[in-house]
């Protein structure tokens, strides 16, 4: 089973890292921790996004197209960073989002989303 594991943003995501010695130790945390995964035989595909303030939206309705440039409201809604996961279920997915580190300076949340697998549409 895939699945994308989406690291939320938060006020401080959105203002951009700088690097500190709190930013330094959780990136090197965070690269332990996948190590673990890439060990284990999980770990597809993993990075962090810059904020939505270097972003832009695409808007569809109908053949009409709108940009809209970021900073993007709603920052509880914004995507920060995300791994793509080949895990055996869900349940092994929640074990390992459990055991990684915060992956910011305070209060966050990891969203765990499974892809459409061909199964799916037959």
Same mark, same amino acid.
């Given at each position: 089973? +895939? @699945? ?12 951009? =890292?700088?690097? $500190?010695? %709190?930013?330094? !130790? ?30 832009? +939206? @695409? ?12 900073? =993007?409201?709603? $920052?509880? %809604?914004?995507? !920060? ?42």
């Amino acid at each position: 089973m +895939r @699945v994308m594991v989406l690291v939320k943003a938060t006020e401080d995501s959105e203002k951009g =890292f700088f690097p $500190t010695a %709190e930013t330094q !130790a959780m990136m090197e945390a965070m690269g332990k921790f996948n190590e673990e995964l890439r060990d284990a035989g999980i770990l597809r595909e993993a990075d962090g996004l810059k904020p939505s303030s270097a972003g832009k +939206r @695409v808007a569809f309705n109908g053949s009409g197209r709108t940009v809209i440039d970021g900073p =993007f409201a709603e $920052t509880r %809604e914004l995507v !920060a960073g995300f791994w793509l996961w080949d895990v055996k279920d869900m349940d092994e997915a929640v074990a390992w989002v459990k055991r990684c580190p915060n992956p910011m300076p305070g209060p966050s949340e990891i969203e765990i989303r499974p892809l459409y697998e061909m199964a799916d549409w037959q």
